[in-house]
């Protein structure tokens, strides 16, 4: 994750949703489901010629290099100071001075129109780009909007949790343009910076075989999440991750770190980022070509199990098992719970600070992955490769296209290069000085530059980078090196899937997920989820799998 990033409360739940997604189908929508449409969905050799080739980037050396893992993974470079020379990969003015429109959510203070950020970022891109950020709070029902009276601008940025909403299988091709033309294959050559984002988020941007989409916030290797712990606490005990590899251990580690009198319980809510131990899926699992619900999997139960178990057992605090999920972070920052699961978001310098403002020695770690019996080998799914997305409107003509793609590739720049510190931060004493080696906004920058919005647009793949806490940066980048080896595609993974609308209540199962959770809160046995899961399959569960079997599975693969 960038230092931009880490400054910027809205990417970090940004990552934190892309972890819930991963729940279920990835990038799934719903849509009218009619027979004359495949509704978004792409097939295995369509897909492969449409997508862009992947060229990494060489342009700046990170301290910590991205190692390679499992299933074509691969983790985020670190960085553990900014780069002392802004290399420029751009040659020239990207733009030819055309006039655009641009819209992306923003969740924060609205900048000034026509701000002095914007007029440095206009004279840079070579173009009059007017951006015109939208209350992230409104989004949902600011776009249906322009859509439904077709008045998309000529570059709007679509997060996929949305794609639903904004029915985006629908537009593609319609309102949004097809970007296939220009990026597939080696054409992406002459846009080198997008290049270097990673297949997987070109797999996100495409619907139909066509590529749509410009992705932002790019992971070669996104995941659902960790299970943290207080290293500092579990450290003064003599416990390190590599002494966890199987359940057992966690539950004896809640038998362990558990002192109720104290006020100290040894977990907060770690189902979500958990129960992938016991071998359960996203949401699928193929078994001799058919299709398996997780909720149809004995592992399912087995994991359930062990956490109603933990519950009713006392490991986890008690505030935990009464939803309160807002103050999870301050019971770990506090000690009073030691263990929590949670998105990788929240492995960055804002944590450590705030973490070290409550207990001076206050380290952040987490497990590595493990497999519940441990003897099997662990795994873990991947998720999304991006939930952040931008289209360009289909009514652009082609030299308009090529413009902004240039634009684009300005933008994704990578890390620390002279384009990214522009994007980033603006122009140097203006929006942002040097402060000990790093850029730092000055108060005009955080009026302007910081309120983030041209990254929305197009960014490069994320990096690791916590300038001030180092060892936060050090101790990420090797749990992603030890994890990336373990990781696999899930099912349908960056697919774009619309459900049908008579398939949109049960897709969700609301139900057996409030079951589900009431279960490893200790509230409902796992005989009850049972039940909810049988009226899930009789009301709509088994039609839906049925669905993905035929119309998905049969037809187009897994997306692998």
């Not at 570059?155 to 593609?172: K, R, Y």
């Not at 071998?279 to 070509?289: E, I, M, T």
């Not at 030691?338 to 497990?367: C, P, V």
Request: glycine share 10%; charged share 15%.
């Amino acid at each position: 994750m960038s230092i931009a990033m880490n400054r910027r409360a809205f990417v970090n739940g940004a990552v934190a949703v892309a972890g819930a997604t991963v729940m279920s189908p990835l990038l799934s929508a719903c849509g009218s489901g009619s027979s004359g449409s495949k509704g978004g969905t792409n097939s295995k050799s369509g897909l492969a010629a449409a997508l862009p080739d992947y060229h990494a980037s060489t342009s700046v050396k990170p301290d910590i290099p991205s190692a390679g893992g499992a299933d074509g993974a691969f983790t985020s470079p670190g960085f553990l100071s900014y780069p002392a020379h802004a290399v420029a990969t751009v040659r020239g003015v990207p733009g030819k001075g055309g006039n655009y429109t641009a819209v992306t959510p923003i969740w924060g203070t609205l900048p000034s129109p026509n701000n002095s950020y914007y007029q440095a970022m206009n004279k840079a891109l070579g173009i009059d780009l007017t951006m015109k950020p939208a209350n992230g709070n409104d989004y949902a029902t600011i776009v249906p909007t322009m859509t439904a009276s077709k008045k998309l601008p000529d570059w709007v940025q679509l997060p996929s949790w949305w794609n639903a909403t904004f029915n985006v299988s629908a537009l593609a091709g319609t309102q949004l343009a097809d970007l296939t033309p220009y990026l597939s294959g080696d054409k992406i050559k002459q846009y080198p910076n997008l290049a270097a984002i990673p297949t997987g988020a070109w797999q996100a941007a495409a619907w139909e075989d066509k590529i749509y989409g410009i992705p932002s916030f790019a992971s070669g290797m996104a995941v659902a999440g960790a299970v943290f712990f207080r290293a500092d606490v579990l450290g003064a005990k003599g416990i390190t991750a590599d002494q966890v590899k199987s359940a057992d251990d966690l539950w004896n580690l809640g038998k362990e770190l558990t002192d109720a009198k104290r006020g100290v319980w040894a977990f907060d809510d770690v189902w979500t980022y958990l129960y992938q131990s016991w071998g359960v899926p996203s949401k699928f699992a193929v078994k001799r070509g058919k299709l398996a619900h997780k909720y149809d999997m004995p592992e399912f139960l087995e994991a359930l199990n062990w956490h109603y178990r933990l519950a009713k057992a006392g490991y986890v605090h008690p505030d935990s098992l009464a939803g309160d999920t807002n103050n999870g972070i301050t019971r770990f920052f506090a000690g009073k719970s030691l263990i929590e699961g949670g998105g990788t978001g929240a492995w960055n310098l804002a944590d450590h600070q705030s973490g070290t403002a409550a207990n001076k020695n206050y380290r952040r770690a987490a497990f590595d992955i493990i497999a519940a019996d441990g003897k099997s080998t662990p795994q873990t799914f991947l998720g999304p490769s991006t939930s952040i997305m931008s289209y360009l409107n289909a009514k652009l003509k082609s030299e308009q296209i090529e413009e902004l793609l240039n634009v684009a590739n300005y933008l994704a720049a990578p890390f620390g290069s002279a384009e990214y510190t522009q994007v980033v931060y603006g122009v140097e004493g203006v929006h942002y000085t040097m402060v000990d080696g790093v850029p730092t906004y000055t108060e005009e920058g955080k009026k302007t530059a910081q309120q983030q919005t041209f990254n929305f647009l197009a960014s490069p793949p994320q990096v690791v980078s916590n300038q001030g806490a180092n060892q936060v940066t050090k101790d990420y980048t090797a749990w992603q090196a030890r994890t990336v080896k373990y990781v696999y595609k899930p099912v349908f993974w960056n697919m774009n899937i619309t459900v049908p609308k008579r398939f949109a209540t049960v897709d969700t199962a609301q139900a057996v997920e409030d079951a589900i959770k009431d279960c490893y809160h200790g509230i409902k046995k796992v005989s009850e989820v049972q039940a909810a899961i049988a009226a899930w399959k009789s009301s709509g569960g088994d039609r839906l799998t049925d669905w993905y079997q035929t119309a998905v599975l049969d037809k187009y693969g897994t997306g692998q």
